[in-house]
């Protein structure tokens, strides 16, 4: 899972870097490590991200659908998926925006290509350059490692989110925007949980069925296409 990490290191450097008002770059140092695996904690929450509760209301919703239907193993499960969560991101109490009925060759779009997705939606929001490229960074890290356990997706997530926190590149309220994010994947992934184990195969009747989707697949995509609801 080098690469998982090695992704990391430049989405660190990526906001570590400012520049002064000469227009001359200032490169900041991180005291943040890029070594995982020192987390113990199995559960999704991260006591130190001050936006956490974004990312549990979103988990608990996601693990009820999945309790419901079961996990998404194709295009058309996932379509469902999606717009079950669109559904609830449209409550009033929660943020009042309506929501748009994806179909299931929207979902293939975004499959065949999330990094375009990721790029496009940033760019619609009002984040900043540098905060705008720190996420595509963490999304894109998090795309190509998609088959790594729970637990180093989980320290991948908290050791970026400690690095925002620390990071006097951004507003307040990108810091917040960020975090909000942050918080949602590591909840959906977490509700996701026993998808890891499945090696890519469902069971129907007495017959293995493959899925269509890598383990954390779905919930990734699940998050990348509701980003816009947290910008």
């Known amino acids: 899972m080098k690469n998982l990490f090695l992704g990391l290191l430049v989405v660190l450097v990526m906001i570590s870097c400012s520049t002064d008002e000469y227009g001359n770059t200032v490169e900041e140092v991180s005291s943040v490590s890029v070594q995982a695996g020192v987390s113990q904690k199995l559960g999704p929450a991260n006591d130190a991200n001050p936006y956490d509760e974004v990312g549990k209301k979103y988990g608990i919703w996601l693990s009820d659908y999945y309790e419901i239907h079961g996990y998404s193993n194709t295009i058309q499960d996932l379509a469902t998926q999606v717009n079950y969560m669109e559904a609830k991101l449209k409550a009033p109490d929660v943020f009042g925006k309506s929501n748009i009925l994806i179909t299931e060759d929207g979902i293939s779009i975004s499959i065949n290509n999330p990094e375009t997705l990721v790029t496009s939606t940033l760019a619609a929001g009002t984040l900043s350059e540098a905060a705008e490229s ?16 729970y637990s180093l997706l989980y320290d991948f997530i908290t050791t970026y989110e400690a690095s925002i926190m620390d990071s006097s590149n951004l507003t307040g309220h990108e810091r917040e925007t960020i975090l909000g994010i942050t918080s949602v994947t ?3 992934l977490d509700a996701e949980g026993g998808h890891k184990d499945r090696d ?5 009747g007495n017959k293995n069925v493959a899925s269509r989707f890598h383990p954390f697949q779905a919930s990734v995509f699940s998050v990348i296409i509701h980003l816009h609801y947290y910008l």
């Open 134 to 149: 720190s996420l595509l960074d963490f999304f894109i890290s998090l795309i190509q490692n998609r088959e790594a356990e």
């Open 186 to 188: 590591r909840y959906a």
């Open 200 to 204: 890519w195969e469902i069971s129907v």
